[in-house]
C-alpha cells in the first residue's frame, strides 16, 4: 500500500525559509514523478513544483526562483526548499507521488507564513 508522508511545515515569517520534506513508501521502484501541491484557505488546489525520476523539474510562475523540488537519488524521497517566503505562500502543501498513471496524496502540512 502506497504511503505519502510530508513534514516540515509551520510558521515562518516573511522572507524567511522552509524546507519540507516528503517519503512515499510501499513501492518498489524509485521511477515515479513525484510532486508538491498547496491549497490556501478559501482557494483551489494548485501545482506547486513536480520532478520526474531523471531530475527533470517544473515549477509554478508563482514560485519561479524562489522554491526548489529535489529527489533524493534511487529513493522516494522528495524536498520543497522554499526561500523569499511571501504571506501569500501560506497554505497547506501536499505531497503526491505517481504510480504507472494513479496519483497518491498525502495529509498535507500547513506552513504560516507571517507577515
Known amino acids: 500500500q502506497v504511503q505519502v508522508v510530508e513534514s516540515g511545515g509551520g510558521l515562518v515569517q516573511a522572507g524567511g525559509s522552509q524546507r519540507l520534506s516528503c517519503v512515499a513508501s510501499g513501492l518498489t521502484l524509485s521511477i515515479h514523478p513525484m510532486g508538491w501541491y498547496r491549497q490556501a484557505p478559501g482557494k483551489e488546489r494548485e501545482m506547486v513544483a513536480d520532478i520526474t525520476s531523471g531530475g527533470t523539474t517544473n515549477y509554478a510562475d508563482s514560485v519561479k526562483g524562489r522554491f526548489t523540488i529535489s529527489k533524493e537519488n534511487k529513493k522516494n524521497i522528495v524536498y520543497l526548499q522554499m526561500n523569499s517566503l511571501k504571506f501569500e505562500d501560506t497554505a497547506v502543501y501536499y505531497c503526491?507521488?505517481?504510480?504507472?498513471?494513479?496519483?497518491?496524496w498525502g495529509k498535507g502540512t500547513l506552513v504560516t507564513v507571517s507577515s
Open positions: 503526491t507521488v505517481t504510480v504507472f498513471g494513479r496519483l497518491y
